[in-house]
Each structure stands twice: as C-alpha cells, then as structure tokens.
C-alpha cells in the first residue's frame, strides 16, 4: 500500500533526497577511475537512458552470500539426509570437502563419474574422476572419438553458485566409493541422482533457508552501497521490480536485512519497488502460462488468480512475462534485468521477452584482481605462443628442404650443384632442425610451466573461471552471448551514470586481430 506523509516530513524528505542526489551526480567517476574489480563490462552496447524499468533478482544478485559458509552449511545438510535418508555409511560426513574441488561452468558426467571443464566449443579440457587428474590420452579416448552432446541426459552443468556444493560432493564420494566398493556402492549415476536430490530436499524442508534467515549477518553480505543504486535508478525515473524465485517467507527477512532504513526516503525495503514478485519459477516465468496470485502480509494467498492492475507496495507469486508486460506496460529492450543464472536469468529473458541482460558474478572480484596481479605473467605467455607458432612453422619449412635434399639419391647431385654441397646441404639442415626443436621444446616446456603457475593462481584444479586452455571456457562464452553487461554486485551501477551508453567491444575475426 502507498504510506502518505505529511506535508513537513514529505518536504523535509525531498530536501534530504535532491541533497543526496546532489552527492550522487557528484560521485560519478571516469571509467578508469572505477577500480577494475568494481567495473561494469560490456559484451554488447546497453543504453540505459532507454530503459524504463530494471528487474532484479534476490538470490546472489540483491543478496550475495558469505560462499564458503553457505557451502559449509548445504554440504552439512545434504550429507545428514544422505546418511539418514538414502542409508549412505555414516563416515562420508567426516570426509574433508575442499570448496576449491569446484567452480561454476563445470559438467557432471554421470556415465564415467568425471569432472570436466569445457571450452567454449563444448571440448573437455581438464577432467578429474574423484581427486585424480585424467590423463589426456584417456580423456582423447572418452570424449574426443565420437560427437559430444552436453545436451544429454548423461550430464549435468553446475553453472550456480547455489551448485558448487553439489560438485564438490560428487567428486569426493566418488573418489570415496572407487575406494570403498561394496555391494551398497552406488552407480555414479545414482550417486548424482541421490545428491541433488538431498541437497534439493534441504532447500525445499527448510533446513537451510531457515538457518540462514535465524542468522543473516554470518551468511549475508550486507553492501553499504545497494540502497544508494536503486535510489539513483528511481531517481532518473526508472521504475524497479523484484522477480526472485525465493518464497515470501525467506524474501522478507532477507530484504528487510539488506535494505530497511538505510536511507531515510525509504523506511522500507519495499519502497524501492513498484513491483514485487517472489516464487516466480524462473525459467517458468518466461516459458509458461503461470497465473500471478497475490499475498497478504503473512504470505498467504488471498485467491487464486490475480486479476487487473499491479498495486504498489503489494507482493505477489508465480505469473508470466506476457502477463507482466501488459500490466507494467514495458517489455523487450525497455526492461533491463539484473541476476545470477546463466539460463533463468540471463538465456530465457533474451529469448522469450528480449529483455536487456545484466549478469552479477561474485567471482569476477577476485578473478580481476588475479588477473591483473599476474598481468606479466600473461604477456610472457602470449610472447611464448607466438614463438611457438613462429618455431612451427619454421621447422615445417626446414623440413620441407631436408626432404627435397633427401630426394637426391644415387649420387646424382641436382643440377648447379657438386654432390659434397648437397652432403653439406643435408647436414646445415639437419643441425638448424635439430636446433628450432630444440628450441621448441625449451619454449613448451617454459609454456607449460607458466600455464601451471598461472592456474594454480586462480583456482588449483580448475584455473580461470573465463578460460580453459586456449579458449574462452563455455561458462564464459556462455557469459558473453547471454549477458549485455556483466559486474561483481549491482552496487557497482552506482559508479555510473542511470543514462550511460555501456558500448559494447568491436568483435574481430582472426584475420583481423
């Protein structure tokens, strides 16, 4: 419902707030002011003087999460219903869960019981079954002799934050049954099938959304920043909507943690949104025909479909895309959208609405801050890989000559040409061969090296979430094709102007770099 003040504090309030907006204009910064890490970075052009309303996501987006302890906390839950519930040994829970096992991108592959991580064209670059490394021959034998479809039911991306637990646990119980078999073994297949199950059964009974609202200060970060954003986006004239999947009752005391009182124009977490829709069951949301239904204070329905109007300062549930740009009269590139997941975020809202895309990656912080502290490391390595190309093809060249030379059998020496020039021939040949490998070898050796070092400088089993090999890894192809923009929090938007034209890069082709 809308509050009306009275007169004085409604003045007084418009004082403070043109003051503070004031404060805000002035705090705008150059983009090589804003520290990296805090950046927003464009995959393509987003003109934000064109959108009229801005969305976001509760979980991971609003409300980012202390990992390590939210990993802690749904290993713990999960473990106990696997032992009490599906009859594993009781000593899988004393067994050490290392949170570095996993990164989101990562594939489940139910069939072999590995790990991998794909580039961007979808090929497994490193795999672990367990906590031992595969061979490269052996994964040339799995995956790289017939076509690959990670489409298949036989996989399963672990591509939220919400999943690294997931991961983290199949890998070590993998390698925990591998060496423990009994006749209670469970197939890895089944294995993947009983954890998400568990973990699954922890979110819906309570057991972990009911223990991080009992404490929201130990699992919820709280930014300084966030209500000065959304102020600036309502003060530019844009209108703001919550869509969470999260349920009434855990929405209300996380929003209320993060927002309520910050500022004094906004007494309420509330009164940031024109539109608040939880349990919306993204993907659903853009892909079904779902009914909204409207809550009271307490989260109960008040019937059974919602018709008409949305009413500020009223929460509802479910809905559709459809039905909610009709009522907010704004749809396609006037809506932009801010969240977490790569499909129900960031694919569906681009396919099913065009909606304009914002992606919150909590990662990017430290990946920027590693990146940029190994930035030597990363030209020595690009130095390396043209070497490398100029060695190859430099021994292909030589080659070809030995070969021709070769060819001059008989003792017949080529016209123009003593027979011993021909020998001497061979034999520079052969020497400057035998030095480019040399050389080969000494540059792949130091390349293989460095690769290791920067790896282990980002994760030690995975290394850069963004890259695999070579490639862009296919969480971060993923990344770049689905999201307009992608930053660490949403509080990094206050940086920026509420009508910035973020431009997107020019792409080139290879000939073109």
């Keep these: 419902m809308t509050i009306v003040l009275p007169r004085p504090a409604m003045r007084e309030r418009a004082d403070t707030t043109a003051v503070r907006s004031l404060a805000l204009i002035e705090s705008l910064k150059q983009p090589g002011e804003i520290p990296r890490n805090e950046r927003i970075f464009a995959n393509r052009s987003l003109r934000l003087d064109q959108v009229q309303m801005v969305g976001f996501d509760m979980d991971y987006t609003l409300a980012l999460y202390e990992q390590a302890r939210m990993e802690e906390l749904s290993i713990k839950a999960t473990l106990t219903k696997l032992v009490s519930g599906k009859g594993y040994p009781a000593e899988i829970e004393g067994l050490t869960y290392d949170p570095s096992l996993a990164i989101r991108g990562l594939v489940i592959d139910m069939q072999l019981g590995n790990v991998f991580k794909p580039d961007r064209y979808g090929s497994p670059g490193r795999v672990i079954h367990g906590r031992k490394v595969v061979s490269r021959q052996d994964v040339v034998a799995s995956y790289q002799r017939d076509r690959m479809r990670l489409g298949d039911p036989r996989y399963a991306w672990i591509d939220t934050l919400f999943a690294l637990p997931e991961a983290v646990m199949y890998q070590?119980?993998?390698?925990?049954?591998?060496?423990?078999?009994?006749?209670?073994?469970?197939?890895?297949?089944?294995?993947?099938?009983?954890?998400?199950?568990?973990?699954?059964?922890?979110?819906?009974?309570?057991?972990?959304?009911?223990?991080?609202?009992?404490?929201?200060?130990?699992?919820?970060?709280?930014?300084?920043?966030?209500?000065e954003t959304l102020h600036r986006f309502r003060s530019s004239g844009k209108r703001l909507f919550l869509l969470t999947n999260s349920e009434w009752t855990y929405t209300e005391p996380v929003m209320t943690y993060l927002l309520d009182g910050v500022l004094p124009a906004y007494p309420s977490w509330r009164n940031f949104f024109d539109v608040m829709v939880v349990s919306a069951c993204k993907p659903a949301f853009f892909t079904e025909d779902r009914p909204f239904i409207e809550l009271d204070p307490a989260g109960t329905p008040l019937a059974r479909k919602f018709e008409g109007p949305f009413v500020r300062g009223r929460v509802y549930s479910g809905g559709n895309v459809k039905d909610f740009e009709e009522r907010v009269r704004a749809r396609g590139t006037e809506v932009l959208y801010i969240g977490d997941h790569i499909y129900g975020d960031m694919l569906r809202p681009r396919k099913s609405s065009a909606w304009l895309t914002a992606m919150v990656l909590q990662e990017l912080e430290s990946e920027v801050q590693v990146h940029d502290k190994v930035t030597p490391d990363l030209v020595r390595l690009d130095d390396l890989e043209r070497q490398l190309r100029h060695l190859d093809a430099d021994i292909s060249d030589k080659q070809l000559v030995l070969r021709s030379l070769q060819k001059q059998g008989g003792g017949e020496a080529p016209h123009g040409m003593a027979e011993g020039d021909v020998a001497a021939a061979k034999k520079a040949a052969k020497e400057a061969l035998d030095h480019l490998r040399h050389e080969l070898r000494a540059a792949m050796n130091e390349h293989e090296a460095l690769e290791l070092k920067l790896d282990q400088a980002y994760n030690p089993h995975w290394g850069p979430l963004f890259r695999e090999g070579y490639e862009i890894s296919k969480f971060g192809e993923q990344v770049e094709a689905y999201a307009c923009v992608y930053t660490s929090r949403v509080s990094n938007f206050r940086f920026y102007s509420p009508s910035r034209h973020f431009r997107g890069p020019r792409d080139r082709m290879p000939h073109e770099r």
């Excluded at 078999?181 to 819906?204: F, K, M, N, T």
Aim: hydrophobic share 45%; charged share 30%.
């Design 172 to 227: 070590v119980l993998v390698d925990f049954f591998d060496a423990h078999p009994s006749d209670v073994r469970p197939g890895y297949g089944q294995l993947w099938r009983d954890i998400r199950e568990c973990i699954d059964l922890a979110h819906r009974d309570g057991s972990i959304k009911a223990l991080v609202a009992a404490d929201l200060p130990k699992y919820v970060v709280r930014d300084p920043h966030l209500a």
